[in-house]
């Protein structure tokens, strides 16, 4: 996550963990949130910066990104378990 602490990371990763868990409807504890919002908005910081050279900045930016990300690894974990 660009520009936040390891504190500000971890609880927008929180956050961004369980909105996307509540939109996704899984059900996930504390941790798996955390991790799973913080690896959702690094992989999607890493596709932004490379296809379109920015990402969003600051807290509310992260969160949106986290979202996404979060999503995206929660919809590619159940393809996965499927297959």
């Known amino acids: 996550m660009e520009g936040l602490g390891w504190i500000a990371a971890i609880i927008v990763g929180a956050?961004?963990?369980w909105i996307?868990?509540?939109i996704m409807k899984s059900d996930h504890g504390l941790l798996t949130n955390i991790i799973l919002g913080i690896l959702g908005a690094v992989i999607l910081n890493f596709i932004?910066?490379?296809?379109?050279?920015?990402?969003?900045?600051g807290w509310i930016?992260?969160?949106?990104?986290?979202?996404?990300?979060a999503?995206?690894?929660?919809a590619a974990y159940?393809?996965?378990?499927?297959?």
């Open 48 to 57: 932004l910066m490379a296809v379109i050279g920015s990402t969003l900045g």
């Open 15 to 17: 956050l961004a963990g």
């Open 71 to 74: 999503c995206l690894l929660i």
């Open 61 to 69: 930016g992260q969160l949106i990104i986290g979202i996404i990300g």
């Open 78 to 83: 159940r393809m996965i378990r499927r297959a």
């Open 20 to 22: 996307a868990e509540k």
